[in-house]
């Protein structure tokens, strides 16, 4: 049971949020501490015959800062969403964050859809935590806003907390607050989740460091523990190791959101029907992120840059294996990486059912070039990697192995 209680503060905005988890046991008034009638008792007690200890009833204080910005949203309008169709999202301008635009219209892929529809059935069941991982700008943040539409739409009380770098948005109700914190801590996650008394918090976290990325991951699994609200956690590359943890003994669902193949890039250009796209390298720069696919040159930089920086033995394991490691000095070449289900692989699956690939023929060039000295094996491994499997990639990569 959870109550909420606004008190002047210091900030004009400022107020107390005051929580108690309790088992079938009355809430203890807030001006009150918890009587010792709720003490856990003794093992020796003969007041419950099962012998099961009574949940200490706690409460806590936290006092959240006033946001930097506060905006009334209001309620979206009702919005069909249709598989392999382009939906207008202009609706949403005030809810999303840097890096999402609503300037062109979104393709609602088939694989996206069925990514949606399997996330709205698990936060709407028994399960606890859902986390999607997969390669920047294919999709993952879009998803994260569909699946909050779509559950708002059911009635659900929903927080959307959207985490870029130091800026927080947290979105709930029809209001959209906006922090800067310099560490997003578990006063801050439990006071927000207090406030917003949400059954479901969707958190989607970018452009932080990967050992940041994973403090996040645990204070959200400790708030998990510590209420009844269940969780989707979205985050790039192959982090799901680090939003479910080692060991959980609460139910999950691990999803991965696949990158996009050259039928559904395809697909994708004969809708939007853009004159001025470089068709010729559109696919073959994106090799599965469409985050730039009408403006490939751009893509192409990104990929030069990433490159450019990474030491002779960085190119050597990424070549060798394609299989970027867990640890934080391996993160940053998750843009380099593509998402592809292996033979029979599910993306309820998660991270165990995708074949990790070279983005596109742009990374392997860039990557060529600056290990032309490896030995002739290598080339080998390469190509054998890459046939078939990376649509875009092979035909070039033939081309420059001969």
Not at 121 to 134: D, F, I, P, Q, W
Not at 203 to 219: F, G, K, M, R
Not at 262 to 269: A, P, S
């Amino acid at each position: 049971r959870r109550e909420t209680v606004a008190q002047p503060t210091e900030g004009a905005d400022s107020f107390v949020a005051r929580y108690c988890f309790s088992s079938n046991l009355a809430m203890p008034s807030p001006e009150r501490e918890p009587s010792a009638s709720l003490k856990r008792p003794s093992a020796a007690s003969s007041d419950r015959p099962d012998k099961k200890p009574v949940a200490i009833a706690t409460r806590l204080k936290v006092v959240l800062p006033s946001p930097d910005k506060e905006c009334f949203l209001g309620s979206l309008p009702d919005l069909e969403l249709r598989t392999d169709a382009l939906l207008n999202v202009e609706a949403f301008r005030n809810f999303l964050v840097n890096g999402t635009s609503v300037e062109k219209p979104l393709f609602l892929r088939k694989h996206m859809m069925d990514v949606h529809n399997a996330a709205v059935e698990a936060l709407t069941s028994s399960t606890r935590l859902v986390s999607l991982v997969g390669c920047p700008g294919i999709g993952k943040t879009w998803c994260g806003h569909l699946v909050a539409y779509t559950l708002r739409r059911k009635n659900m009380s929903v927080l959307h907390l959207m985490v870029r770098g130091k800026s927080v948005v947290a979105i709930f109700g029809q209001t959209r607050r906006d922090y800067e914190l310099e560490h997003l801590d578990i006063h801050f996650f439990m006071g927000i989740v207090t406030v917003s008394s949400c059954t479901v918090c969707i958190l989607d976290i970018s452009a932080v460091l990967a050992n940041v990325a994973e403090d996040i991951c645990v204070t959200m699994r400790t708030v998990l523990d510590k209420t009844s609200v269940n969780f989707m956690c979205l985050l790039s590359g192959h982090a799901q190791e680090a939003i479910i943890g080692k060991q959980h003994l609460f139910s999950i669902e691990t999803f991965v959101m696949w990158s996009w193949t050259e039928e559904e890039v395809e697909m994708l250009r004969q809708q939007l029907t853009i004159s001025d796209s470089e068709e010729e390298t559109d696919f073959l720069v994106s090799g599965g992120s469409v985050r730039f696919i009408n403006r490939p040159s751009i893509d192409k930089k990104e990929i030069c840059d990433i490159v450019t920086n990474m030491s002779d033995e960085q190119v050597s394991h990424f070549l060798g294996g394609c299989r970027p490691a867990s640890d934080v000095d391996m993160k940053q070449f998750t843009r380099l990486m593509a998402f592809y289900a292996k033979d029979g692989g599910s993306f309820r699956t998660g991270i165990s059912a995708a074949e990790i690939l070279p983005r596109s023929a742009a990374v392997m060039q860039e990557l060529c070039m600056k290990a032309r000295s490896a030995p002739k094996k290598t080339w080998g491994r390469i190509y054998h990697h890459l046939k078939g499997r990376n649509p875009g990639a092979a035909g070039t990569a033939l081309e420059m192995l001969v």
